[in-house]
């Protein structure tokens, strides 16, 4: 996904009653560059949960800026599940990052959101599970 683009897992008006549990694969990049500051050890991270108003909100962050009717539902704190020396090093748009891609599983159970994030490395290693605090209503 593009920076500054939202997929909206759950719209408005959706029959929430008839969703399974959806996965998204995600990845997240550390700079491995030599000279550029690399990272190192355990590092964490957060994850803004957005929500809308609007029935069909657009897909793009600089659309929705400054909208009364955008807002964080939650942040959520990440941490590698290693040092990030650790993780696979790969070479994407000419530069060095060390790569952690984990699988997002977003749950719904009668009129409550739960999160859970996997290391698409290592399914046994649970980098998230938590309960969004908002209500489908």
């Known amino acids: 996904m593009a920076d500054g683009q939202i997929v909206w897992i759950i719209k408005r008006g959706d029959d929430v009653g008839e969703l399974e549990p959806r996965t998204f694969p995600y990845e997240k990049r550390f700079s491995a560059q030599a000279g550029a500051h690399p990272a190192r050890g355990y590092i964490e991270w957060t994850v803004d949960i957005w929500e809308s108003e609007r029935p069909d909100p657009p897909n793009r962050m600089a ?3 400054g909208d009364e009717d955008f807002m964080i539902a939650k942040s959520i704190t990440m941490r590698t599940p290693v040092p990030v020396e650790q993780l696979p090093k790969v070479k994407k748009e000419g530069r060095y990052w060390y790569l952690l891609a984990y699988d997002l599983k977003i749950e719904i159970s009668g009129a409550c959101i739960s999160l859970s994030a996997k ?6 290693v649970e980098l998230i599970r938590t309960g969004l605090g908002v209500t489908l209503d």
């Open 119 to 124: 290391w698409a490395q290592d399914k046994s």
């Open 63 to 65: 659309i929705l800026e």
